[in-house]
Every structure is written in C-alpha cells, then in structure tokens.
C-alpha cells in the first residue's frame, strides 16, 4: 500500500512540476528589409507639451487617424525629415503611427538598419540601450493588421517593417532608398517624405558599424523626438 501511495505522489509532483514549467511565450517582431523583405519590429514617455499623450499605452483605433492635415516630423540627430500620410490607404498604420509618436513611444530611438540603396529602419524601443544585439526585436504590445495597397515602393516611401507573418507590424517602419519593387504589396506603405529626403539620402550613405550585426550607423542616428502637427505649422 505505501508503495502505491508512493508513485501517486510521484505523479503528483511530476504534473507539478510541468505546471510550473509553462513560461509565457515573448512576440518579436523581426522583419527585415534585407534584399528580399523587410526587417520588423517599452518605456515609453509622453512628449513635452502634447496634452493629448496618455499615461497608459493602449493598442490603436480608427479615431486615432486624427487630422487628414497632419504629418509627422522627425527631428534626428541628422536633420528634420517630414512626412505625410495615406490615412484612405492604411488607416490603421496612420492611427498606430501617429498614436506611438504622440505618446513619445519614437522619441530617443535610433536608425538602427541602414542598408544604402536600400532603407533605412527605425522605431525600435530596444534602439535606445547601447547593446545593438536587440535592435529590430522590440515594439508596442500589439500587432496591427496588415493594409497592402498599390502604392508603389518609391524614394522616400514610408513603409512598415513586419516579420515574416503578415498581420505582424508594430512600432518600426522604414524609408526607401529607392525604388524598391519587390516591396510592393508585401509590406504596407502609409506615407511619404515631403521634406528632408537630403537627410534621409544623407543617412543612407553614412559610413557604418563593422561590428555592428544590425547595420547600425556610427555613430547611431538618433530620432530626438517625433511630433505630429498641423501641415500648415510648417508652411507646407
């Protein structure tokens, strides 16, 4: 009797032990644009005097397309890239954009993938810590849908990055180079660079990290901050 009694509890502390095992299962988002993809995706802070930032990061919804008038400027250790959006194109991808840099999400980010003649990648939070390993794993709690459209891959095109799933995007996104046709409907295009394409080309040809296995540039092109405004507070 006490043997039997022995292997129930054996038993039991064997199932114990495979409960306890579980552990939960960490998204990366990686998707590169590297040839023939593009390379994908959080302590975020609210940005200085945006009233609108939230104190709590939450996934994004239509109403946050906002404005159709507003565009996103990226002000980079670099110079300042301005960018429009195709918010009939991809709402979705305008909403989480323009939601992740009012609440300050870009801010402090690098470039972290810069491969010339091709793009030029951002908005991983992992971009801010000084181990270039984890760049291209990190983004926002969520995945957004993807939104393929007929917008082309050209110079300057506003992409998101995603892994190897479709419905994979989250916080990075990238800058064509140039034309870039086996992009197209892989990857969703959302906007365009209307100022700052100089800075952008600049970026591309900066001399690049040998030790770097991100492509990273050296030293690091910093995104200081990411404003949303009205485009005719720029004049444009």
């Excluded at 975020?44 to 946050?64: C, F, K, R, W």
């Excluded at 990226?74 to 959006?85: D, K, R």
């Excluded at 007929?150 to 990238?174: C, I, N, V």
């Excluded at 365009?192 to 991100?214: A, C, F, H, S």
Aim: charged share 25%; hydrophobic share 35%; glycine share 8%.
């Amino acid at each position: 009797m006490s043997a039997f009694f022995e292997i129930c509890l054996s038993l039991c502390l064997l199932c114990l032990a495979a409960c306890g095992s579980e552990e939960p299962v960490k998204g990366t988002e990686s998707a590169t644009p590297e040839k023939s993809s593009a390379r994908q995706q959080s302590d975020p802070a609210s940005q200085p005097g945006d009233t609108s930032a939230a104190t709590e990061l939450t996934p994004p919804t239509l109403d946050d397309v906002g404005n159709p008038d507003e565009v996103a400027v990226i002000e980079s250790s670099n110079g300042q890239i301005v960018l429009e959006f195709f918010p009939d194109l991809a709402p979705l991808h305008v909403a989480n954009f323009k939601k992740l840099a009012r609440f300050g999400f870009y801010d402090g980010t690098t470039f972290h993938r810069v491969v010339p003649g091709f793009v030029i990648q951002g908005g991983d939070p992992n971009s801010k810590d000084s181990d270039p390993t984890n760049d291209g794993t990190g983004g926002p709690p969520w995945q957004v849908k993807a939104e393929f459209n007929d917008r082309p891959h050209l110079k300057g095109t506003l992409s998101m990055a995603r892994s190897r799933e479709y419905d994979s995007a989250g916080s990075q996104f990238f800058i064509c180079l140039d034309r870039v046709p086996h992009l197209d409907k892989q990857y969703t295009v959302f906007g365009q660079v209307i100022k700052g394409l100089d800075v952008v080309e600049e970026i591309g040809r900066m001399k690049r990290d040998p030790t770097n296995p991100r492509d990273r540039k050296l030293p690091a092109v910093v995104m200081r901050r990411v404003r949303i405004v009205k485009r005719g507070e720029l004049g444009l």
